[in-house]
Antibody, heavy 123, light 109 residues
Framework: QVQLQESGPGLVKPSQTLSLTCTVS??????????WSWIRQRPGRGLEWIGY???????HYNPSLKSRVTISADTSKNQFSLNLSSVTAADTAVYYC???????????????WGQGTLVTVSS | EIVLTQSPGTLSLSPGERATLSCRAS???????LGWYQQKPGQAPRLLIY???SRATGIPDKFSGSWSGTDFTLNISRLEPEDFAVYYC??????????FGGGTKVEIK
């Protein structure tokens, strides 16, 4: 049973860097063939894909956030992380980590999700 | 950039009725990479349909997906109380690689 759990500060000051971690159980992020994504949902709005990490080192980001986003993996802890720099109030959102089921070419079919964590950007 | 437009924004129906949700893509997309998700308050989204018409594991057959050209449809037959939620379509494969529609809320009439 694959489980994902987000963690990190619930409050971040404007201009600082938002840092979140997704801890994975029931699967190894070292095992290739899976895409580990971050998605966010701003209050009262829809879902926005942030980016993914694949095979622990290959990344791809949403162009609208690319200049501020870094996704990385820590295989020793079986975690992957999101860093979003220079945050503003517009980055206040629930942040989710998610994963596909490994079907070749179907990286965007997100079968597994964390419960989400609310991050508020405020001074 | 592909834009997915969902309609209606809100659908008010009674339990037992059939729901028809629409998702229109702004340009030609590959149906293979079109999915539908259900989201209930306070919960993460759940994958219902992938490849425009295939049900994800454990999803009952009251949920069905279809498409014609750039128009994609999610049907929910015989609405039950647990089906009242927000539904999102999603496509991936083109810049920005993965996009979601704005969502349709199915509420109890």
């Amino acid at each position: 049973q694959v489980q994902l759990q987000e963690s990190g500060p619930g409050l971040v000051k404007p201009s600082q860097t938002l840092s979140l971690t997704c801890t994975v159980s029931g699967a190894s992020i070292s095992r290739g063939g899976y895409y580990w994504s971050w998605i966010r949902q701003r209050p009262g709005r829809g879902l926005e894909w942030i980016g993914y990490i694949y095979n622990t080192w290959s990344t791809h980001y949403n162009p609208s956030l690319k200049s501020r986003v870094t996704i990385s993996a820590d295989t020793s802890k079986n975690q992957f992380s999101l860093n979003l720099s220079s945050v503003t109030a517009a980055d206040t959102a629930v942040y989710y980590c998610a994963r596909d089921d490994g079907s070749i070419g179907h990286w965007g079919d997100l079968n597994y999700w964390g419960q989400g964590t609310l991050v508020t950007v405020s001074s | 950039e592909i834009v997915l437009t969902q309609s209606p924004g809100t659908l008010s129906l009674s339990p037992g009725e059939r729901a028809t949700l629409s998702c229109r893509a702004s340009q030609s997309v590959t149906s293979t990479f079109l999915g539908w998700y259900q989201q209930k308050p306070g919960q993460a989204p759940r994958l219902l349909i992938y490849g425009a018409s295939s049900r994800a594991t454990g999803i009952p057959d009251k949920f069905s997906g279809s498409w014609s050209g750039t128009d994609f449809t999610l049907n929910i037959s015989r609405l039950e109380p647990e089906d009242f939620a927000v539904y999102y379509c999603q496509h991936y494969g083109n810049s920005p690689a993965l996009t979601f529609g704005g969502g349709t809320k199915v509420e109890i009439k």
